[in-house]
């Protein structure tokens, strides 16, 4: 094995685990126009995840959130040192306390791609670091990525979690429950939708057309979810018994409270939908 020589060299061997998914051909693809060499693993690969592990330089476990903590457990003794090992995954804060029970050596990150593998490039795009063990490689994808335009937030493994309760399991929820009574129904006529309705249904469709296992993973598995689900159904129960008691002037300050609040959060050049 030419583990020194590769060590030296500029640019890294790469391994994805579970890299025969869309999203893991896609950073496969994205590696290799980039120069370098990329391995891949999967559960019908010649090349197992063990061997992967022990061959390359950077070492990103890209599997279902079920499997992550098990896949981790299963490599992470055959890193070899001066390489990083690394996860793709939804929810972070097992994944990275796993990966640190490896070697002092061996370099370890929280990696969350913030985009599908059907993003045409990272131009614009968000890839979230959580820190772990710092070396040479998690500076070398973060130039990496930065130069090809994604966008490096780097936050902890429990505030990402929390994010991710927020902006993937909250909104994957409330467009389910959603899409749930929209397509339960006869369904309202397409000649009478809106804009906003419009892009409400792209949405929809867009998450139902995706891995169910995923979306029951990113619910489930995030501990922080539970808070932020039970906030959602007691302001769906707030504003129902306003519009049951038809309480005209709550709805109107209450929706004007709303209103000037998600105005702060909006970004200048967020374009405006009429209804």
Not at 57 to 80: E, F, G, M, N
Not at 136 to 154: D, M, P, T
Not at 175 to 188: D, E, F, H, S
Request: net charge positive; with cysteine; hydrophobic share 40%.
């Amino acid at each position: 094995m030419q583990t020194a020589t590769r060590r030296t060299a500029k640019k890294p061997v790469i391994g994805i685990i579970g890299g025969t998914s869309p999203f893991g051909q896609w950073f496969k693809n994205f590696f290799e126009s980039r120069g370098c060499v990329c391995l891949i693993a999967g559960r019908k690969t010649a090349l197992t995840p063990v061997a992967l592990a022990e061959r390359a330089d950077i070492v990103i476990v890209s599997v279902p959130i079920r499997a992550t903590a098990a896949t981790i457990r299963l490599v992470r003794s055959h890193v070899q040192p001066g390489a990083l090992l690394c996860d793709f995954t939804s929810i972070k804060s097992e994944s990275l306390r796993e990966m640190l029970k490896s070697d002092a050596r061996i370099g370890v990150a929280g990696i969350h791609p913030m985009f599908g593998p059907q993003a045409p490039s990272l131009r614009e795009q968000n890839v979230i670091f959580c820190p772990g063990r710092d070396n040479q490689w998690i500076k070398f994808l973060k130039n990496l990525f930065s130069r090809q335009g994604g966008n490096i937030v780097e936050m902890t493994a429990a505030e990402h979690d929390k994010q991710m309760a927020l902006v993937q399991a909250l909104t994957h929820f409330a467009n389910i429950a959603l899409a749930k009574v929209m397509y339960g129904q006869t369904g309202p006529r397409r000649d009478v939708s809106t804009p906003v309705f419009r892009q409400q249904t792209q949405t929809m469709s867009r998450i139902l057309g995706s891995d169910p296992s995923l979306y029951a993973d990113i619910q489930i598995g995030n501990k922080y979810f539970k808070k932020f689900m039970d906030q959602f159904i007691a302001e769906s129960n707030k504003l129902r018994a306003i519009v049951d008691e038809g309480q005209d002037a709550a709805f109107e300050k209450n929706y004007r409270a709303l209103a000037k609040a998600s105005a702060s959060r909006l970004t200048k050049n967020q374009p405006r939908i009429s209804v």
